[in-house]
């Protein structure tokens, strides 16, 4: 049974930090690429993908937070990271934790919904 666990949502200031993880079980976390993903604004409920370490070790960030954050795991403890520093307003959005990489999906992950939590709210007040 795959579980995930995610937390670190809230809001902050602007120019503030915040890190987010998520926590997984019933899969081979050390062996699966990892995103995190953000809503985009509308009402489709599409996330982007915002930043992910993939199990080969390369990572991506979306143009608009790189250099503000940075993604990070720990196998062990199958946990995944996502330090954001800088924040800005912009920034405002409901992140999701997956076992993903797709640029572009629903919400709800679609085929991969039992690898993706529940999403946590950020915000940043302008």
């Known amino acids: 049974l795959v579980q995930v666990v995610d937390s670190g949502g809230c809001s902050v200031q602007s120019g503030g930090s915040l890190r987010l993880s998520c926590t997984f079980s019933?899969?081979?976390?050390?062996?699966?690429?990892m995103g995190w993903y953000r809503q985009v604004p509308g009402p489709a409920n599409e996330c982007e993908l915002v930043?992910?370490?993939?199990?080969?070790?390369?990572?991506f960030y979306e143009k608009s937070v790189k250099g503000r954050f940075n993604i990070s795991r720990d196998n062990a403890k199958s946990t995944l990271y996502l330090q954001m520093d800088n924040l800005k307003p912009e920034d405002t959005a409901r992140y999701y934790c997956?076992?993903?990489?797709?640029?572009?999906?629903?919400?709800?992950?679609?085929?991969?919904?039992?690898?993706w939590g529940q999403g946590t709210q950020v915000t940043v007040p302008s």
């Open positions: 019933g899969f081979a976390f050390a062996d699966s690429d």
């Open positions: 930043s992910s370490d993939r199990a080969d070790g390369t990572e």
């Open positions: 997956a076992a993903d990489s797709r640029p572009y999906v629903l919400c709800t992950g679609g085929i991969l919904k039992a690898y």
